[in-house]
């Protein structure tokens, strides 16, 4: 449904706003809805998320459905059924104050602002109220939803236990005074009052009374919006580093009988204090270890924890995390599987002693250690969550690290010299979606084992988007625990034939420095890579490189002789290359005689926008060895044990290489760093160290012989594995999780998600023959099949298996089932609706359905959720496939309906089926 242009003053009457409700997927409004009439379409807001709008045929279907759902529980959110305001009017986006081209747009801008309506007052004079003694774990969208009952409200928030609505007019205003001063919401009673300031002012206002309330990203953002110098820039900057390293600091935990585990692990979640991942251990003998988030453990700390939460017999632990001591400590299995996710060999390796001792945290597959290695460093601690990365990590030094930082005491961490770490920059690449340190804490773990054991030397890098006043900000964290950093932004063409911009950041202890530090002059900034004279400089210094150790810097010399054949570009490939445009197969080719594009964590399942390839017919990805040399690891380093955890080598791989530092490069800058700090006896910044010299001869190959053409093409798509895929209700191919898996396992298996008939009102027979016809026509491809189905769709699959013409199938020599994956399955649903009703009263023959996958030697796997919806009793409803299907079955947790485009365990179970 659209607005004709002369509809746009006016609401639709049958347009319906749900909200209150973060977690609201199609298929769940829809059947929801279609109990009062019948729905012509939804829309759900992703984001922000918590709102949707859904429309119907007929006004008296609207105020039906408004009377029965209108404050109805919806999975565990009250949600808000009225109907919708009419479209919002389209306003121009906001002028930046600070853009230098501002003044040469003066008429242009006269001209378009006399077109623009009058804006509602903002700061001072601004219609807005504050709430006080509001409930634990409210946020904007609650207040939003309730106070629009007095009147439009264009902005909301809330932090702590105040907040504030802003009204588009002072009638509303008064009105919500009227309507609110004094209530319950949430179960507590609300006050209302009139204020007047902009929303900085207020919060600041606010956290002067709640120093606990650590959401300070906003602040901060407001603080340099208004700043009017450097140093209300930097003092926003030290304020943002305070609170946020003081929130990685803030953890805690509830020790409680296992008898009320249950009953404090829901009264935190209601509150949303429940620590994300693993959130309960054992402590001791006798007790169990409830985790809390930074709010929940700040709220505790001044707080009776069995007064506040409910609940008697419990105590509260304050800085205690999963892997500390108490737990089983960080080395402990009863600890986060991700510690210790794989066990070396217990051979002791000779080493020799090194002059200084580093850590590495989010070690990757180990470039800084390879780095300082080569400078004679000694390994002390490595920390990395990826189990892929510490299989690589493991293979090639013989210790596995451990797992997630934010699990591990500081005093756990052994003493060291020198800190490295490559955090997580999805936040801050321009690939990511800019977040910065609103979404993404994980660097303040970095400060925190500063902080705690003050090692001479920290070099951290990350990737060059992380500027302005996050990159104020990292400085000034570091300024905090005693350091003083220097940062620069680096490109690694200045030693690789690639082009690789990365911030590194060398910060020293204030008080060991015994020299000043120089940036080497080897290694080119992004500016002096653009300019003539670098070039020149560079093309120099490759000579010298090539002479001394026989290798130089250009793509063709780390191109292997041979390739493998499932290096090459399928058809298929090369066809959705083509698609991105007329020149893609020319412009995406790689100059052998310069320099890579940068490699990127996706190279190979971003291949439609992102790859770079070598030319040839038909052309090919660079192989994982040639990826590894433009990194500059040496071709002694294993990149082959990336997928020993789940077989999946290839891409884990590339994706290992491309978020990893650059091993050259950090030796470079890290040899007259440790000199500055008296852990290096001598080293010139004139040249490259000798290290970085041996390192690039490991790495770089010259070729006697051209590489040939091309080399043999990868065997027929068709003969590879076929995985069918059946949606859920209301689904189709480009929905949920499926073009991710579909994507993902492009190289390993030929998966085609079926577009079943009529998806919003699925019939038994209609799906069933979906499948029948499908598989008939695969049978002559001689090929194993694989089935994936989602909710109702694993209900089809089941059936189909018991039907004789399967049975007939199947037996035959053309094709073979392989496996079957049912995710977020069921027997029955909780209120099932007119459509899904059928599926829950026919039965099933489970008796032949399960001879036929066991007879074929295939596997049943049913992937469940503890908090989903329609089989709220997950427990009932896993034993209920255990017993007729002999399925194996995993509950993870908080996965809901698995409706997220993201879903990795349904990749890794999928993966698992393949072997």
């Known amino acids: 449904m659209s607005y004709e242009k002369g509809d746009r003053d006016r609401a639709d009457p049958c347009k319906i706003y749900v909200g209150g409700n973060p977690e609201m997927e199609e298929d769940e409004l829809r059947g929801l809805f279609a109990k009062h009439g019948t729905v012509e379409k939804v829309w759900i807001a992703r984001s922000p998320p918590g709102f949707a709008f859904v429309w119907l045929t007929d006004e008296r279907d609207v105020a039906d459905a408004i009377k029965a759902l209108d404050g109805a529980e919806l999975g565990r959110h009250k949600v808000t059924v009225a109907v919708a305001s009419g479209p919002r009017e389209r306003r121009p986006p906001p002028r930046d104050r600070y853009d230098d081209r501002y003044d040469r747009y003066d008429d242009r801008r006269d001209r378009y602002d006399d077109r623009r309506p009058p804006r509602r007052p903002k700061g001072p004079g601004g219609f807005r109220v504050k709430i006080t003694n509001l409930a634990p774990g409210t946020d904007w969208r609650d207040l939003k939803d309730a106070f629009r009952r007095s009147g439009d409200v264009p902005y909301a928030d809330a932090r702590g236990s105040e907040g504030i609505v802003e009204f588009n007019s002072e009638e509303d205003r008064l009105r919500c005074l009227k309507d609110f001063d004094g209530t319950e919401f949430r179960g507590q009673r609300i006050g209302v009052e009139m204020t007047e300031g902009s929303t900085a002012e207020f919060f600041g206002r606010t956290h002067e009374k709640y120093p606990d309330t650590l959401q300070c990203h906003k602040l901060a953002h407001y603080s340099t919006i208004n700043a009017e110098s450097d140093a209300a820039e930097a003092a926003a900057a030290r304020a943002t580093a305070a609170l946020l390293l003081a929130e990685a600091k803030c953890v805690g935990a509830v020790l409680a009988p296992p008898a009320v585990t249950g009953a404090v692990v829901a009264a935190l979640r209601v509150r949303g204090w429940l620590r994300r991942g693993r959130s309960v251990c054992s402590h001791g003998d006798d007790e169990k270890a409830v985790f809390l988030n930074a709010a929940g453990a700040a709220a505790l700390a001044r707080a009776d924890a069995a007064a506040t939460l409910g609940v008697e017999g419990i105590t509260f632990a304050p800085g205690l995390r999963v892997g500390s001591r108490p737990c089983g400590g960080p080395r402990g299995q009863q600890t986060n599987s991700a510690i210790y996710l794989l066990r070396a060999t217990e051979a002791s390796r000779t080493r020799a002693e090194g002059s200084f001792r580093f850590a590495e945290l989010f070690a990757g597959l180990g470039g800084f250690r390879v780095a300082l290695e080569a400078l004679g460093g000694e390994a002390a601690f490595a920390s990395e969550i990826d189990p892929h990365a510490c299989s690589t ?199 052998l005689d310069g320099a890579a594009r940068t490699l990127m964590s996706n190279y190979r399942q971003g291949f439609k926008f992102h790859s770079e390839f070598v030319p040839g017919e038909p052309p090919r990805f660079y192989t994982r060895r040639e990826a590894a040399r433009i990194m500059g690891f040496p071709d002694a380093f294993d990149v082959d044990s990336a997928g020993t955890v789940d077989n999946s080598g290839a891409n884990r791989a590339y994706h290992q290489i491309g978020n990893a530092c650059c091993p050259p490069v950090v030796c470079a800058l890290a040899a007259p760093a440790l000199t500055a700090v008296g852990l290096r006896s001598s080293a010139s910044c004139d040249d490259p160290a000798p290290e970085v010299l041996e390192l690039l001869g490991a790495s770089a190959i010259v070729h006697d012989s051209p590489r040939p053409a091309c080399a043999p093409r990868p065997a027929g798509f068709r003969t590879r594995p076929l995985v069918v895929v059946v949606h859920a209700f209301g689904g189709h191919p480009e929905k949920f999780w499926y073009p991710e898996l579909a994507a993902t396992l492009a190289d390993d298996a030929c998966v085609e998600v079926l577009r079943m008939t009529d998806p919003a009102t699925p019939r038994i027979d209609a799906w069933v023959g979906d499948l029948e016809r499908r598989m008939d026509e695969a049978a002559a491809a001689n090929r194993a099949v694989y089935f994936v189905g989602h909710s109702v769709g694993c209900q089809a699959i089941v059936r189909y298996l018991a039907t004789p013409a399967a049975a007939s199938l199947l037996a035959g020599q053309s094709l073979r089932l392989g496996g079957v994956l049912c995710v977020a399955a069921w027997f029955s649903v909780v209120d099932p609706w007119a459509t899904i009703e059928p599926w829950c009263a026919t039965p099933i023959d489970t008796g032949a359905a399960r001879r036929l996958i066991e007879g074929q030697g295939a596997s049943l796997v049913v992937l469940l959720s503890d908090d989903d919806k329609y089989t709220p009793d997950h427990a009932s409803n896993s034993k209920l496939w255990q017993d007729r299907l002999g399925a194996t079955t995993r509950t993870l947790p908080g996965a809901g309906h698995f409706g997220r485009p993201r879903q990795p365990q349904i990749v890794a179970a999928v993966r698992d089926m393949l072997k």
């Open 393 to 591: 990590y493991a293979a090639n030094f013989g210790d596995v690290p451990h797992g997630d930082i934010t699990e591990i005491d500081a005093d756990d961490v052994p003493d060291h010299d020198v800190l490295t770490a490559g955090f997580p920059c999805q936040r801050f690449s321009v690939a990511g979606d800019g977040a910065g340190f609103s979404e993404d804490r994980l660097f303040f773990e970095v400060i925190r084992i500063l902080e705690a054991k003050q090692p001479r030397l920290a070099i951290l890098e990350n990737v060059e988007g992380l500027d302005g006043f996050a990159r104020r900000v990292v400085v000034e964290a570091l300024a905090l625990v005693g350091y003083r950093a220097e940062h620069r932004v680096v490109d690694a063409l200045a030693l690789l034939p690639q082009r690789r911009a990365r911030l590194y950041v060398v910060a020293r202890r204030r008080d060991v420095a015994v020299a000043p530090f120089v940036w080497p002059r080897c290694l080119a900034t992004r500016d002096r890579c653009a300019s003539p004279d670098a070039a020149f400089g560079r093309r120099c210094l490759c000579r010298r490189v090539s002479r001394i150790v026989g290798g130089s810097c250009a793509v063709r010399d780390v191109l292997e002789a041979a390739a493998p054949a499932d290096a090459y570009l399928t058809a298929a490939q090369a066809s959705v290359v083509a698609s991105t445009g007329a020149d893609a197969a020319t412009r995406r080719l790689a100059w």
